[in-house]
């Protein structure tokens, strides 16, 4: 199995349009040790000519120029892009449908909240039904995706939930949000093979580490987990936000309640973070937040990386 990361960064990228953060400068200088990142989506492919996205980021366009394996390659008309799974309905995971109109035929895989967001929202038609292929999933029911063309892709995904919330642009003012609530909003894919062995966990959003999740995790052989941001205050420290990280739905990387000491114990043989906020300092090459997520057994994410399994 192969793994294409082809956008590490939270919403917004790295650096964010509008962010002057240090961080943010650095990426702009061209500097080495501050590599700029799209926003956060993977690929992943049995045998490199038939593709899954597991969530379409604005960035899109960009991502399937960058990746020759993304390329049209036969007629005039063609994708190896064969389906997409959504993990929730951020912006930064649905707004790259709209670059694969055209008629194009694919398979749409979420959960039906997020299917009837999709549906509530009129320009996600774009998404011609007589060619795209919208398929509800069930928390904790395996699916084996499918090419456009039937053929089974040797990939099943076990959706299940992790603790989370409903997307920033569908909360309602009117009512408190419910964060690190557990259902449909937010989910994370357990990917198998064909024969049923698990080989790698996806889960770019993740509130808090809870006895379950951490069961599940424990002893695996891959995790590409949340790391949005190396402290809960880090926006508002840094004067670029008035949000924790605990309301918008992620844990931080540091702190006794944070990802790095929650997986201390997990035995997960290789751990990589990846949707990255343009803030976090774990993005920088030199910085002491690398060196100690680094000493911890903590990959960083960058785009364009690849993993074969």
């Not at 082809?6 to 790295?14: D, N, P, T, V």
């Not at 200088?29 to 590599?35: E, G």
């Not at 036969?74 to 389906?83: D, E």
């Amino acid at each position: 199995m192969r793994i294409k990361v082809l956008g590490a960064a939270a919403g917004g990228g790295y650096p964010q349009w509008n962010c002057n953060h240090p961080n943010s400068r650095r990426a702009r200088s061209s500097d080495p040790a501050a590599s700029q990142r799209t926003q956060s989506s993977i690929a992943v492919s049995i045998e490199g000519e038939r593709w899954f996205l597991f969530n379409a980021s604005p960035d899109l366009r960009q991502q399937i120029g960058e990746n020759e394996v993304l390329h049209p390659s036969q007629g005039l008309r063609h994708s190896p892009i064969q389906g997409v799974v959504l993990t929730n309905a951020d912006v930064d995971h649905i707004a790259g449908l709209l670059n694969l109109r055209e008629s194009q035929p694919l398979c749409l895989y979420g959960t039906n909240k997020v299917l009837n967001v999709l549906q509530a929202n009129s320009i996600f038609n774009v998404l011609n039904p007589k060619f795209v292929h919208r398929n509800a999933l069930t928390l904790e029911e395996p699916v084996e995706l499918c090419s456009v063309d039937g053929v089974s892709s040797g990939i099943v995904v076990v959706p299940f939930s992790v603790p989370g919330k409903v997307a920033l642009w569908l909360e309602d003012e009117s009512e408190e949000v419910a964060l690190a609530a557990v259902g449909e909003d937010t989910i994370a894919l357990e990917v198998q093979d064909s024969a049923g062995e698990v080989q790698f966990f996806y889960i770019p959003g993740c509130a808090e580490m809870t006895e379950e999740l951490a069961e599940r995790l424990t002893g695996a052989p891959l995790v590409l987990f949340d790391g949005t941001l190396w402290r809960d205050d880090e926006m508002i420290r840094e004067n670029v936000g008035i949000k924790t990280g605990k309301r918008m739905g992620h844990m931080s990387l540091s702190g006794k309640d944070g990802t790095i000491a929650a997986f201390e114990n997990l035995q997960v043989a290789r751990k990589i973070f990846i949707h990255i906020n343009t803030t976090n300092p774990v993005l920088l090459e030199d910085s002491e937040e690398r060196a100690f997520a680094t000493k911890a057994d903590w990959e960083v994410s960058y785009d364009g990386m690849e993993i074969t399994l």
